[in-house]
């Protein structure tokens, strides 16, 4: 625990927030149509409303890659090249998605961290991504909205993460430096409100 109140905990989450914090979505969108994706469409600085603005595949092709990207290339560095404890690894994941979500360069407006959290959860523990796309295949199945579908997913990361703590076949990970399912309980279910409290902003502002 200490570990995460360190000077180097907060250069992790101090660095990931930066990594996170790239408006992949907001430059893309810049160089394709010259407009500004935070006024334009939903407002959201991602990969759905990237595709809105420009009206092009490829910019959302390209936006939803390189935001994965920015998600599991730091917690693929973190965990198997720099061997960073595991409680550090998984703040700066929370880092990460609060640096998409609300990122500095633009006043705070940002995605809603699906993307990068998908980058994530396929370094940290797949079984969860897994989880979150048949939720949300069903849902989107029965009510044809993204974004319930998305908020009904994200919602049930919490089962499965509960999940993984009765099923030792869906423990991930397990032997990189201080691994623990405490730091991946607490930690995942900060990443799931960090995620849902965007969805809930934008559902108010539809109810507005």
Known sequence: MNEIFSFTGLIVFVLCYLVGSFPTAYILVRLKSKKDITKE???????????????????????LLIDILKGLLPAWILIYVMNVPFALVMLGMSGLIIGHNYPVWLKFTGGRGLATGTGIFLVINYFIL???????????????????????????ITVYVVLVNYISWMVVNSSVNGFSLVYFNVFSVIITAIIIIRHREVFKSKTD
């Open 130 to 156: 897994i989880g979150w796309c048949v939720t949300w295949a069903v849902v989107f199945l029965f009510r044809r909205d993204v974004l319930i579908a998305n908020t009904a997913a994200t919602l049930s």
């Open 41 to 63: 469409g939903s407002g959201n600085v991602g990969t759905l409303n990237s595709f809105e603005v420009s009206k092009s595949k490829r910019v959302l092709i390209a936006v």
